[in-house]
């Protein structure tokens, strides 16, 4: 039988079926607690992917920390990402989605380290880390 199309990849790669936590995050807009991923003290080489589709979004060499409590970044790889408008929570924030599949990622702000001033504030648990 063929694997159902709609479970994606998980935290272990493609294939494995999204948590009900990554699914309130990538496809509920939620966001996780701070501190609370695994992936903030995460300093080795190798690509962050969309944890709904597998796209690539982040180099680990475009992380840094950011002391938000949430993986940071001041890049993403080209075409890795859209970004929208969010009105939400009496804030106006820009939100950040996977370019694949529009899951959920987190918001980027505008006081980001140089060279790009941004910082994409990310949810750990929309994101795949795969070490090099
Ligand atoms: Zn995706």
Redo the contacts with the bound molecule.
């Keep these: 039988m063929a694997q159902d199309q709609k479970t ?2 998980g935290p272990s790669g493609c294939g494995v079926p999204l948590t009900p936590e990554q699914e309130r995050i ?1 496809h509920g807009h939620g966001t996780e607690r701070p501190g609370s991923s695994a992936l903030n003290a995460e300093k080795r080489a190798g690509i962050y ?7 690539s ?1 982040f180099d680990a060499a475009m992380k840094y920390e950011s002391g938000s409590g949430w993986p940071s970044f001041f890049e993403t790889l080209p075409e890795a990402v859209g970004v929208t408008r969010d009105a939400s929570h009496g804030m106006v924030r820009t939100e950040v ?7 959920h ?1 987190g918001h980027v702000f505008p006081d980001g380290p140089r060279p790009t001033g941004l910082r994409y504030c990310m949810n750990g648990l929309a994101l795949d880390f795969r070490p090099s």
């Design positions: 994606g990849c990538l992917h969309c944890a709904g589709c597998g796209r979004l989605h996977c370019a694949g599949c529009e899951g990622l």
